[in-house]
């Protein structure tokens, strides 16, 4: 069964503080991570990873993935309270039948 | 562009009771998809289809049924709702499977 793993499940950090954000998977033909932003309604994308040691930065945030260690994490520096959501990892993968597999996602919470 | 559109926003129903989700999107996307999101579970998805015409079994199948008769439009249907069946239902759509995903705004389904 595939699994997506996400830590911490929640997270209360200082406007300013630098964060990280971890997802693990176990997934059968891995295709590609991706990471969504869900703030008070539908998640909206933030990045797609599908190969190794590549770095995908948008502004404050910034993404990698490692192939070989099955994970990803999701930096954002310099938060801001308008950081707070919840953060998804999600693994697509699957031969002829789609397939993608979201974690129970980490709660950040940035406080003034 | 309204992206993704879902319809109802809300809906209370009694168990036994039957009901249609409509998601309609205006990028001319293949894709799309049916998940629901309960607290603690994350995003499963439900119900996905490739194209117009087609559909396919997610990971949590049992108890809905979809149709794509036009290629903007994915129906969910409830023949007759439980109580596990509320959640919040989030419909998606992609040009194909290695792009991200355009989430709707999301329906609030309650099952007295």
């Known amino acids: 069964e595939d699994k997506v793993v996400q830590s911490p499940l929640s997270l209360v950090v200082h406007e300013g503080d630098t964060v990280t954000l971890n997802c693990s998977y176990e997934?059968?033909?891995?295709?590609?991570l991706l990471w969504y932003k869900q703030e008070k309604k539908a998640p909206t994308f933030l990045f797609m990873l599908t190969s190794s040691g590549i770095e995908k930065k948008s502004g404050r945030l910034s993404s990698i993935l490692d192939k070989k260690e099955l994970f990803s994490i999701l930096n954002i520096t310099a938060t801001q309270t308008g950081d707070s959501a919840i953060y998804l990892c999600a693994v697509e993968s699957g031969g002829s039948n789609y397939k993608l597999t979201f974690g129970k996602g980490t709660l950040l919470t940035v406080n003034p | 562009n309204a992206g993704v559109t879902q319809t109802p926003k809300f809906r209370v129903l009694k168990t036994g009771q039957s009901m249609t989700l409509l998601c309609a999107q205006d990028m001319n996307h293949e894709y799309m998809y049916w998940y629901r999101q309960d607290p603690g579970m994350g995003l499963r998805l439900i119900h996905y289809?490739?194209?117009?015409?087609?559909?396919a079994k997610g990971e949590v199948p049992d108890g809905y049924n979809v149709s794509r008769l036009k290629k903007q439009n994915f129906l969910l249907g409830l023949e007759s709702a439980a109580p596990s069946q509320t959640s919040v239902y989030f419909c998606a759509s992609s040009p194909d499977p290695y792009n991200e995903q355009f989430f709707g705004p999301g329906t609030r389904l309650t099952v007295l």
């Open positions: 289809s490739v194209g117009e015409g087609t559909t």
């Open positions: 997934v059968t033909n891995f295709r590609s």
